[in-house]
């Protein structure tokens, strides 16, 4: 039995010999049993070249539309990202700017009284629809009142007699009309067509005198007693622009409207 135990020890430590020993110049052998081949953590491609290619980014909190992106604890000059578009802030600025303004001023006349019932109006501006279309006089203590009355172009005018007797209002101006009698308490209405002032008349009163205005627009305005008017809410443009007194010469210039407000004055003289 001691020599078979003996022989058995022998022949194991021959086995162990065998796969310990290495070639020279290789590195040791190991039973494949023995061998641990650790797994190499690979990223995916994509992920590997999106690493690559986006580092690590912040916003420069400087308010901008998108802001400016730029590596953290890189270089602040370095922007990756620039907002280019106006974005919604401007888009609301353009869309708030003006379109429509005033044009004011002051008339001076030759006499000075009459500045005070001198009338201005665009030659060129729109008609608006029921703007300036209707307007009223009173025959009241044998005068028109009031002494200027302005409509735009196919609109009318009422007469009211207020007196308590009878008054008749006629105009030999333009395409003239003769409205006849108007009775105590009762009123006549007409119908101006075509633009300019008209004088109005009373054949039974002759010291009776007043003026009907027709502007070929919607935009006038009369005066005040210190001679200044105000034409509001005119559509941005160029118009041309008249200044009107009783008995006195017409001017006509050329009003350019930019922005929120012009400025024209004029000078009215026989």
């Known amino acids: 039995m001691k020599s078979i135990s003996s022989l058995l020890a022998l022949l194991l430590g021959s086995v162990a010999v065998t796969v310990g020993v290495a070639c020279e110049g290789e590195p040791p052998k190991t039973a494949e049993s023995a061998i641990t081949t650790p797994t190499p953590q690979v990223a995916p491609p994509e992920e590997t070249a999106t690493a690559a290619a986006e580092p690590a980014t ?3 909190q400087c308010n901008c539309p998108g802001g400016h992106m730029v590596p953290v604890g890189g270089d602040a000059g370095a922007t990756v990202a620039v907002a280019t578009d106006a974005g919604p802030a401007d888009a609301a600025a353009v869309a708030t700017l003006p379109t ?3 044009i004011s001023g002051d008339i001076t006349t030759t006499p000075a009284y ?3 019932v001198s009338v201005v109006w665009l030659e060129d501006a729109p008609k608006e629809p029921g703007k300036g279309m209707t307007g009223h006089m009173d025959n009241r203590q044998m005068n028109f009142n009031p002494f200027v009355q302005v409509v735009t172009a196919g609109g009318s005018v009422s007469f009211l007699n207020s007196d ?3 008054h008749n209002v006629f105009s030999g101006d333009h395409e003239r009309f003769d409205l006849g009698l108007v009775q105590p308490g009762h009123s006549i209405t007409h119908k101006f067509d075509n633009a300019g002032a ?9 010291n009776m005198i007043g ?3 027709v502007s070929p ?3 006038f305005a009369k005066t005040d007693q210190k001679g200044h008017y105000s034409i509001k809410d005119v559509p941005l443009g160029t118009y041309k622009i008249t200044a009107w007194a009783p008995r006195l010469a017409t001017v006509t210039e050329s009003v350019t409207l930019k922005g929120a407000d012009a400025t024209m004055n004029f000078e009215l003289h026989r």
Not at 198 to 206: K, Q, R, S
């Open 114 to 116: 009459l500045k005070g």
């Open 58 to 60: 912040t916003c420069c």
């Open 100 to 102: 429509r303004g005033q």
């Open 198 to 206: 008209y004088t109005l008349l009373c054949n039974l009163h002759p």
């Open 164 to 166: 308590p007797f009878p």
């Open 211 to 213: 003026y009907v205005v």
């Open 217 to 219: 627009s919607s935009y």
